[in-house]
């Protein structure tokens, strides 16, 4: 797995967009960025894959610039209920490989 | 449809205790399995994770060890429980994509 770097936490309010950076200069060919969600004392949760430029599905979107060294998560309108610390990890498909996250992003939404 | 289970949902075990963490899948066949733990305010430590039946790949060496002794079952054990065990564990899956399927989790305190 490539590693990756994002910020440790970001605050944000009710209502406003929120884009969470990721960086990961080594990605290698085939591999995909995927993020995901993890609530206080739960599992984390698949949110978003992607291999390049722009992928968007009901929850969020993910951007892939040409050279896929970083990828941003953006979530729209967030609501309190999107508290919570967010994933990037870089890796190929294949199955038989170690799933290694990182610190992640620990989003905190106010009202 | 895949469901994964893992139990117990809570456990307080006192030092030097034995410990045994069951995790079952159901609805898939040959999934990559994996052992995570979350010490309080820390992020994800993959501890163990299997592409088959009695294939273990440990990521830390420490107190515990795992076994897949069913395609679809992963167990997690120790002889002796240390205090620097607690955490919460999780359990996940996934087969071929990268995204994968997390348990609820057991949350463990040593005392």
């Known amino acids: 797995l490539a590693k990756t770097t994002q910020p440790i936490s970001m605050d944000s309010y009710e209502g406003q967009e929120v884009n969470i950076t990721c960086s990961h200069n080594n990605i290698a060919t085939n591999d995909y960025i995927t993020w995901y969600q993890q609530f206080p004392s739960q599992g984390p949760r698949f949110i978003i894959q992607?291999?390049?430029t722009k992928v968007t599905n009901e929850v969020a979107s993910l951007f892939i610039p040409a050279d896929r060294k970083s990828s941003t998560l953006s979530l729209p309108r967030v609501s309190l209920s999107d508290t919570a610390v967010y994933y990037c990890?870089?890796?190929?498909?294949?199955?038989?490989?170690?799933?290694?996250f990182g610190k992640g992003t620990t989003l905190s939404v106010s009202s | 449809s895949q469901t994964i289970h893992q139990w117990p949902a809570t456990l307080v075990q006192p030092v030097g205790s034995p410990l045994s963490l069951e995790c079952t899948v159901e609805g898939t066949s040959n999934p990559n399995l994996y052992w995570y733990r979350q010490a309080a305010g820390r992020g994800l430590q993959l501890l163990f994770y299997s592409v088959g039946i009695g294939q273990i790949s440990s990521e830390v060496p420490q107190n515990l060890s795992a076994s897949r002794p069913q395609d679809r079952q992963f167990i997690l054990s120790s002889k002796k429980l240390l205090l620097s065990d607690s955490g919460f564990y999780l359990c996940?899956?996934?087969?071929?994509?990268?995204?994968?399927?997390f348990g609820q989790g057991t949350r463990l305190t040593v005392v």
């Open positions: 992607g291999y390049k």
């Open positions: 990890l870089v890796g190929d498909n294949r199955a038989g490989t170690a799933l290694i």
């Open positions: 996940a899956w996934r087969t071929g994509k990268f995204e994968a399927f």
